[in-house]
């Protein structure tokens, strides 16, 4: 049976899930948004192993993995039942090359004994289409190259050819290596360029980590989801994905299966300021970069929800019969069709993002005035719908209301603006932006309590509560103190609260009410806790949270309460963001430690 026991290799163009047997078992290709090439995760059609790769001892009784320190090398030891061994060693290189990074679409596995004469069976059998064909295969000397539709991979090993082919097993009597790719030649023999990935990406990751910024409790925590969140980002165009997959259900036949490959405005600003925490700025520089790009091409400064990694606006949603989904849990999908939904929060998302940038002296390049004038298009948009309905951050696909959340989102990105228009020495521009912060705080303070409730509500004029209400402080639109906001946080406990985890919302919605735990949700009332000295209780739901990551420290995007068991969408940046945010803001200081 599938779980999300899986750990995540990459570099930021490419990226893989592995299991605990050391099967990849998905892999979209030529982007993180691609056609997944591996798709055993969702049930691909065929015989079992159709849509994988895996390297498996015969006999295998079983396995251990663990990550290479401070690295995105992973490594899985395969017993069989005479005690022999094997280990696998997977990664995608990634290194500083000619004063640029290296991120090749490769993934490299190197397959060893290490104890006795074990026999390896390897199978590689990828798919097209979303699972719908298998390839054209064509043998070389040393390589094999599988024709998948537009694209075609090359396999290039040191191993032999015929028993990769017909999945015959062969005695491991030495290390063998395995990179599988574009369909390039290679420079030098397969041993020699695989060990070079080897050690040169060892040697970024560890440099990469020794340059974070850490606090002195849960390092580990912290750096495995700093390392995690790089990972779910494409370099190439600076867009970051929400999750690496699609269709994972937020709760078996929930019906809940949504494709998270894009790019949303509200989850990359929440991987770019956890990444900024800890002083990785690179992400937050490429994220500009791309949303220069779609701030350009909106004649107005409309912002839709989410984009594809390349700059797509239309990523149509359809599902996909090919695949039967995850434990047979459908439908599997493809596309978003929240890319049609009006989504106020974005423009609030893209200021917060932006805003590092106009203030950290030590990014080589400081925002100007002209990326200043670019974001307040996007200010506009703001002053313009902050009191007008839309879908919401949680994507209601059959109801439309003034959600709250929206709201303060249009107020952070004015009063953000009003800030970098002092910062640059444009006093009428930040009066301006400043006046209109003060219009929409007013107004979301009349339109969004409830008096009857001692509580801000979901929507303006409402009565139902969702988690997002537990941002307010962390905007900075309430202090941590303000009564309303205490009393806020109890409602929220009060109505969403259940142990130690919190629901997004109970309202019955498009699928009914929620099965699930959102793990996000439960880091937003860690962090009102926290701000609201309750910092105790906050580290015993800290606690919990950690005992429910998988055994390589990951999170997908929820947990089912009364099972504990992880559900949707993985790794899901939001809940990576949250283990991030959460072990800074429960820390002890250097100075107590040392």
């Excluded at 990226?15 to 993180?32: E, H, K, Q, S, Y």
């Excluded at 069709?337 to 929060?345: F, H, K, L, P, Y």
């Excluded at 301006?432 to 409830?450: D, K, P, Q, Y």
Aim: net charge negative; charged share 20%; aromatic share 10%.
């Amino acid at each position: 049976m599938q779980t999300l026991d899986l750990g995540v290799i990459g570099n930021s163009a490419v990226a893989a899930l592995i299991d605990p047997a050391g099967t990849l078992n998905w892999m979209c290709l030529p982007r993180l948004d691609g056609d997944p090439v591996f798709c055993a995760l969702l049930g691909p059609p065929g015989e079992p192993g159709e849509g994988a790769w895996s390297l498996r001892l015969c006999d295998q009784v079983s396995t251990s993995q663990r990550y290479q320190r401070n690295t995105a090398i992973l490594e899985t030891v395969l017993t069989d039942r005479d005690g022999n061994q094997a280990r696998i060693t997977d990664f995608a290189p990634r290194y500083r090359k000619n004063g640029r990074i290296f991120r090749g679409a490769t993934i490299t596995r190197i397959v060893e004994p290490i104890r006795g004469t074990p026999r390896l069976t390897v199978s590689l059998r990828p798919r097209q289409s979303y699972g719908a064909h298998p390839p054209e295969i064509s043998r070389g000397t040393n390589h094999v190259r599988y024709m998948l539709g537009d694209q075609t991979l090359r396999l290039t090993t040191d191993a032999p050819i015929e028993y990769v082919l017909s999945r015959t097993p062969f005695l491991l009597d030495g290390p063998h290596v395995f990179l599988l790719g574009p369909d390039e030649g290679l420079s030098d023999s397969a041993a020699t360029i695989a060990n070079m990935f080897l050690a040169e990406t060892r040697l970024y990751w560890l440099d990469w980590v020794r340059s974070l910024s850490l606090a002195a409790d849960f390092q580990d925590v912290v750096i495995r989801a700093a390392i995690t969140l790089k990972l779910c980002s494409n370099e190439e165009t600076g867009g970051i994905v929400a999750a690496l997959t699609t269709s994972i259900p937020e709760y078996g036949a929930s019906g809940r299966t949504w494709d998270y490959r894009y790019c949303w405005l509200r989850d990359s600003y929440f991987t770019v300021q956890a990444l900024n925490s800890l002083s990785a700025t690179r992400t937050m520089e490429n994220y500009l970069i791309y949303v220069s790009n779609l701030v350009a091409a909106s004649e107005d400064g409309y912002m839709q929800p989410l984009f594809g990694l390349g700059l797509e606006r239309k990523l149509d949603e359809q599902l996909v019969p090919t695949l039967g989904g995850y434990r047979g849990f459908g439908p599997a999908r493809c596309g978003n069709a929240a890319w049609t939904q009006v989504q106020n929060d974005g423009y609030g998302s893209i200021v917060l993002a932006a805003i590092q940038c106009f203030f950290d002296e030590r990014l080589p390049q400081l925002g100007g005035e002209h990326l200043f004038r670019q974001l307040e298009r996007l200010g506009e948009q703001a002053v313009a719908r902050w009191d007008r309905p839309d879908a919401g951050l949680w994507e209601f696909r059959n109801r439309s209301e003034v959600h709250t959340h929206s709201a303060l989102m249009c107020w952070a990105a004015c009063e953000r603006l009003g800030r970098i228009a002092a910062r640059l020495g444009l006093p009428d521009s930040a009066a301006r932006w400043s006046a209109a912060a003060s219009t929409i705080h007013e107004g979301i303070h009349r339109r969004a309590w409830n008096e009857a409730r001692q509580s801000f509500v979901a929507t303006f004029e409402g009565e139902d509560l969702d988690a997002s209400l537990l941002l307010m402080a962390q905007t900075g639109f309430v202090a941590p103190n303000d009564p309303r906001f205490l009393s806020t946080v109890a409602a929220c406990e009060a109505e969403l609260r259940f142990g130690n985890h919190v629901y997004r919302y109970r309202r019955p919605d498009d699928f009914g009410p929620p099965e699930t735990a959102f793990t996000a949700c439960t880091f937003w009332l860690i962090d009102a806790l926290v701000r609201t000295g309750r910092r105790e209780e906050a580290r015993h739901i800290f606690d919990d949270i950690l005992s429910r990551r998988n055994h390589l420290g990951l999170l997908s995007e929820g947990v089912h309460v009364e099972s504990g068991e992880l559900w949707g969408n993985f790794p899901q940046t939001y809940s990576m963001v949250g283990l991030i945010n959460s072990a800074i803001a429960l820390s002890r200081s250097w100075e107590e430690i040392l």
